[in-house]
């Protein structure tokens, strides 16, 4: 029983090797620093594909699921710079009509700097929550599991950045 549950939420019962690397590589292209150069709008111009192509091996998708409502969730595992600790991040998106590109993509939460296999544990379980609930705020105290959202930064969906609350700027 356990194994369906975690089968359920493996990205390999949805895409091929090679379309989850295409997919993944649009995700870092969201999540990720900016290649060299490159800025909010031009960050998917071709010319810095190869930058976040190279960054795939430092990258893993975790769990994954569909909704019938065309919403595909994500838990997905990323490198911290300059450290050996790595973060979860859970969010959620779209796709464009006929393609693996995300569209409506959200990072719903960040979690804090952690060694691999307590991120794992702990975005799992926050995964699941998303999925089955629709969000998380029962665990947002929850400071060892949910670095951000939080007081000092919130997911801007226009920009697709973390950004200072517009409350808080101001009162800065």
């Given at each position: 029983?356990?194994?369906?549950?975690?089968?359920?939420?493996?990205?390999?019962k949805?895409?091929?090797?090679?379309?989850?690397?295409?997919?993944?590589?649009?995700?870092?292209?969201?999540v990720?620093?900016?290649?060299?150069?490159?800025?909010?709008s031009?960050?998917w111009?071709?010319e810095?594909?190869?930058?976040?192509?190279?960054?795939?091996?430092?990258?893993?998708?975790?769990?994954?699921?569909?909704?019938?409502?065309?919403?595909?969730?994500?838990?997905?595992?990323?490198?911290?710079?300059?450290?050996?600790?790595?973060?979860g991040?859970?969010?959620?998106?779209?796709?464009e009509?006929?393609s693996?590109?995300?569209?409506?993509?959200?990072?719903?939460l960040?979690?804090?700097?952690?060694?691999?296999?307590?991120?794992?544990?702990?975005?799992?379980?926050?995964?699941?929550?998303?999925?089955?609930?629709?969000?998380?705020?029962?665990?947002?105290t929850?400071?060892?599991?949910?670095?951000?959202?939080?007081?000092?930064?919130?997911?801007n969906?226009?920009?697709?950045?973390?950004?200072?609350?517009?409350?808080?700027?101001?009162?800065?």
């Amino acid at each position: 029983m356990a194994s369906c549950e975690a089968d359920k939420y493996k990205i390999s019962k949805y895409y091929t090797d090679s379309e989850r690397d295409t997919l993944l590589t649009n995700m870092i292209t969201y999540v990720y620093t900016k290649a060299p150069g490159a800025t909010d709008s031009t960050k998917w111009k071709p010319e810095f594909r190869s930058f976040y192509n190279k960054s795939l091996p430092s990258f893993h998708i975790e769990n994954y699921f569909i909704a019938e409502n065309g919403w595909h969730y994500y838990f997905m595992i990323r490198p911290v710079g300059g450290s050996t600790k790595r973060r979860g991040v859970i969010g959620k998106f779209k796709l464009e009509k006929g393609s693996l590109k995300p569209t409506e993509f959200e990072e719903t939460l960040n979690t804090p700097h952690l060694d691999e296999e307590i991120v794992r544990e702990r975005g799992s379980f926050l995964f699941k929550e998303l999925v089955k609930n629709g969000d998380f705020d029962k665990y947002l105290t929850m400071k060892h599991y949910i670095q951000w959202p939080d007081s000092t930064l919130v997911y801007n969906k226009r920009t697709n950045n973390w950004e200072i609350p517009k409350q808080k700027a101001f009162a800065d």
